[in-house]
């Protein structure tokens, strides 16, 4: 069942390859295909399309499908294109004509923009939370092991003292700008589309307003042609907000490989996080930070091949939009499932005390040595040389301890101020 059926048969390969793969990716919007049914009926009956009587019966029927869909108990068969047509027939299986007039009004194309908006809206809620909870791992970390030192690297070689503490909330504080991406990403998602049509309205009078108020969104998407322009470009914001949530963690998963190698040994993880060899016995492989690093690499790219799809497309509705729900939604939930890994993995990482013992550390404190020269009157430029010659004919005495007041600096890890920041972002 399709729709647009006319009842002028279509090749069925023709028909295979325009379908795809939508039965099975139109489940995760078959909720919201459902929900944005329920207020559409209900403007419907307001403006007098509809009796009161279908009105309800609409409603009620919907409101099992949700039940079933959340059940597990809705499929879409190989005999309906898509999730439009098959909760169109369940509703006129059940109600005859009143479950045929539940189009009025509307086209699969605004159709599917309030699915997915209301679906991303549901995605950016679910991403919050997740990362929030990340975060509040991660200062949870920095402050237990803030007096911990490790090596800081410029370039992979040492450079400067650096913490766990700063290590761990160097990574929280940056998911505060994760979590204003995906802010900037429901921003757009929250507006509603519905009542555009096919991208140039309707000559019902239908009542926009109040399915905007009645799906929850902040506010409508008025232009009508705005609407359908704003495919592609919500699932590119949202592409964005989520490459930036995967640019975090796939960073911070490559610190934990490499802190984790014997060649560094800064940090442990148990065994019950770790995998093995098929044939060297001693290994203990971060398999999951290398396919969380993966994973979130993979998911980078997602804005650019939206990009690719929609970057010379003119405005009205295109086909090509079809192909947007393939890279996004598996991404989607790619992202959940490594953000539910890292909070389940991070809480187990064991930090090692006195890395800096090692002999080849001295020369992290390099830097304030000199700065202490700098205080005791000695110019910048004097110290800084003095300071290399003591290096090049091996007389250098490292200080071994750090002075640094500055707020974000190693003994000033300002983690309240952090905390606060994020209340204020999320």
Request: hydrophobic share 40%; with cysteine; charged share 25%.
């Amino acid at each position: 069942m399709k729709l647009w059926e006319k009842g002028i048969p279509t090749d069925k390969q023709i028909e295979q390859f325009t379908v795809g793969n939508d039965r099975e990716l139109d489940l995760v919007l078959a909720k919201y295909d459902a929900l944005g049914s329920i207020a559409h009926a209900k403007m419907l009956g307001q403006i007098g399309l509809l009796t009161d009587s279908e009105t309800v019966s609409l409603v009620q029927a919907l409101e099992v499908i949700i039940k079933d869909i959340e059940n597990g108990n809705f499929e879409i068969e190989d005999s309906f294109e898509d999730v439009h047509s098959k909760i169109e027939y369940l509703l006129t299986i059940k109600l005859g004509d009143a479950g045929k007039k539940i189009h009025t009004a509307r086209s699969r194309n605004d159709q599917v923009l309030v699915d997915v908006n209301l679906y991303l809206k549901d995605v950016v809620t679910e991403f919050k939370s997740q990362v929030k909870t990340l975060f509040d791992l991660l200062m949870e970390s920095a402050e237990k092991h803030q007096n911990v030192l490790l090596p800081g690297y410029t370039h992979l070689q040492i450079a400067m003292p650096s913490s766990f503490g700063m290590w761990f909330s160097a990574y929280a504080e940056t998911l505060i700008d994760d979590i204003t991406m995906l802010n900037a990403a429901l921003k757009i998602v929250d507006q509603n589309p519905l009542g555009s049509a096919a991208g140039y309205g309707s000559s019902f009078p239908i009542n926009r307003t109040f399915t905007t108020k009645e799906l929850g969104f902040e506010t409508l998407k008025f232009n009508s042609v705005a609407a359908q322009m704003s495919r592609g470009k919500s699932e590119k914001t949202l592409a964005f907000a989520i490459s930036s949530v995967a640019a975090t963690l796939a960073k911070f998963s490559m610190d934990v490989c490499l802190y984790m190698s014997q060649n560094f040994d800064f940090i442990s993880m148990p065994s019950h996080l770790t995998t093995g060899s098929s044939i060297m016995p001693h290994k203990k492989n971060p398999d999951v930070f290398e396919l969380i690093r993966g994973k979130c690499n993979k998911i980078q790219a997602l804005p650019y091949e939206i990009t690719l799809i929609t970057n010379n497309l003119p405005s009205g509705y295109h086909r090509d939009f079809q192909l947007l729900k393939e890279g996004l939604f598996p991404a989607i939930q790619n992202l959940k499932a490594c953000l539910d890994i890292a909070i389940f993995a991070i809480k187990d990482i064991k930090v090692k005390d006195n890395i800096l013992a090692d002999k080849k550390y001295d020369y992290l404190f390099t830097v304030d040595a000199l700065n202490e020269m700098v205080v005791a009157g000695i110019p910048f430029r004097d110290a800084y040389k003095a300071v290399a010659e003591q290096l090049e004919n091996g007389t250098f005495v490292s200080p071994k301890e750090t002075k640094h007041t500055h707020e974000g600096s190693i003994n000033n890890l300002c983690l309240e101020e952090i905390k606060d920041k994020m209340n204020i972002a999320f």
